[in-house]
């Protein structure tokens, strides 16, 4: 296995809660902080690296309601649209989709909130500002797989 493949397996994991994760990390592969830092900032240049994010619990961090909603959003909108969702602190996920016969929504964004109605308040506000009245609001019931990606 090459350098890289042990660094995006590392970096697919659990990332220690402590002042220098990446040292420890780092160590954990044999490398010294630096380079191992280094090898991540030329994965990003090359585009094979995007970023590093962390996987929020959002039910145990206080908001246990969410819900995708659909939007109907005509195509020469959808970036503004998409840009103007995106920007919502309640989004966490904004994404744009082909649509089908008979599923005439190509905008979806992920809500969060800590009650039904919060959820509810940020989809009026957002239909509101952007003029798109036609959405689908789909509340989740349960969770039942929440993970990164694992790539090895």
């Given at each position: 296995m090459n350098i890289e493949e042990s660094i995006v397996?590392?970096?697919?994991g659990d990332i220690p809660?402590?002042?220098a994760p990446f040292k420890k990390i780092a160590a954990g592969l044999g490398l010294p902080e630096e380079k191992f830092l280094g090898a991540v900032a030329n994965l990003k240049r090359r585009g094979i690296l995007r970023c590093i994010?962390?996987?929020v619990r959002h039910r145990r961090a206080g908001y246990p309601?969410?819900?995708m909603v659909a939007w109907k959003v005509p195509g020469v909108r959808a970036l503004s649209f998409g840009k103007t969702?995106?920007?919502s602190p309640a989004v966490s996920h904004c994404y744009q989709r082909f649509t089908r016969p008979g599923w005439p929504y190509s905008l979806y964004t992920m809500v969060h909130g800590r009650s039904r109605a919060e959820i509810l308040k940020v989809v009026y506000n957002l239909a509101e500002e952007t003029g798109i009245k036609d959405y689908l609001v789909l509340e989740s019931l349960r969770e039942f797989k929440?993970?990164?990606m694992v790539y090895y």
């Open positions: 397996r590392a970096l697919q809660l402590e002042p994010r962390a996987i309601a969410n819900a969702a995106a920007a929440k993970t990164g």
